[in-house]
């Protein structure tokens, strides 16, 4: 007896780089005082860069989110209000811009989404719901109000046809809300975080803190990177990351200036690991990047090893920066050109694409970088 339970310990005690693993949830245990150099070429083969066409119509301002969606390219410009589409050559194919107070128009946006479940793109007015329309954005299909009780939603994802989960980061108490736009009616309503962590410090979401993978929704935690599935109307902890004395706790922040939190960020805060500000997860890897002692870091959790690897950039000059994931590679946006230096060594580029960033002028449109998986 006395063996089997010294085996069953060992058991759950052997984790390959500090990692421990139970049916709930996987934590895995990091220190930041033990950062890696690892090559870009223990993950990836080769970089490939699509600019943006840089005519008049297309320009963007800023870029909110992206997606990639029937091989066309979604790019929400909120400064705009406009989405364009563009193809995988870079080419503008559409632009959608439906700003106005008629059927079908909205005055302001702030999230964009295909719904799985229907097939329509949707867009997100804070205050006017879910406007609904054909994949290209033209034909209008009909409004989804808020639930009475919510007088601003920020971002917001589909659970399945007839069910929203809505995040409002301005509402008092419970800023998600899971409504029934059937019955028009809050079905389940949780996550009571202060108002003023989203509003006067940087411990908030900078991009949708959903994304779906596996058709289940996740939702990330962004002052800690601690990552949920969202089941039965309630938020199960699927990946915990265990910094040690670098966890990061909100518990004792108080309600003071945005001047106060800037100045915390780059004292206190840098301290402890926090601020993340782009998650992607695909059958092998979850990825994160993290902010830490004044400095971005990247998390690539492997999941078949059972290993991780922070590090700041690869030992080549690039840096790992997670928007977008597929089972062929992750893809970001440089949203300025002259800043194409200071995310990746040029000098590594293949001769292809490097002669591709030899033509890109400082005020061109943003460029896509996509980081092919070996």
Known sequence: MRTFIIIICALFMISCNQHTANH????????????????????????????????????????????????????FDRDQKKIFIFDNEGKLFNIINKRGNGPGEYSDLSDFRFNPFTGDLELLSPMGGIFRYDSLGQDFKGNISLPLKVSAAHRFIALNKNT????????????????????????????????????????????????????KVHFVQSYNGDVFTFEHNSLVLKYHWDFGKQN???????????????????????????????????????????????????????????????????IEGHRCIPSLIDESGIYYIVDMPQQLDLVLNVEDLDDTNKAICDNIKDDDNPIIIKYVFK
């Open 248 to 314: 990061f706790d909100i518990s004792g922040l108080k309600d003071e200036s945005y001047e106060y939190y800037n100045k915390y960020a780059r004292t206190v805060g840098a301290k402890y690991a926090n601020t993340f500000i782009s998650y992607v997860e695909n059958s092998r890897y979850y990825i994160a990047r993290f902010a830490y002692d004044n400095k971005f870091w990247t998390l690539i959790y492997d999941k078949q090893s059972k290993k991780h690897m922070v590090f700041n950039t690869f």
């Open 164 to 215: 929203y989960l809505f995040f409002c980061e301005a509402r008092k108490g419970n800023k998600m809300v899971v409504y029934d736009i059937d019955q028009k009616k809050i079905i389940s309503e949780m996550y009571d975080l202060p108002r003023f962590l989203f509003f006067k410090t940087f411990y908030h979401h900078t991009y949708s803190p959903f994304y779906i993978y596996e058709n």
């Open 24 to 75: 709930d949830n996987t934590t895995c245990r990091i220190d930041l005082k033990k950062v890696d150099s690892p090559s870009f070429y223990d993950y990836f083969s080769k970089i490939e860069i699509t600019p943006l066409e840089s005519s008049k119509e297309s320009l963007i301002k800023d870029v909110t989110e992206y997606t990639y969606h029937a091989g066309k390219l979604y790019i």
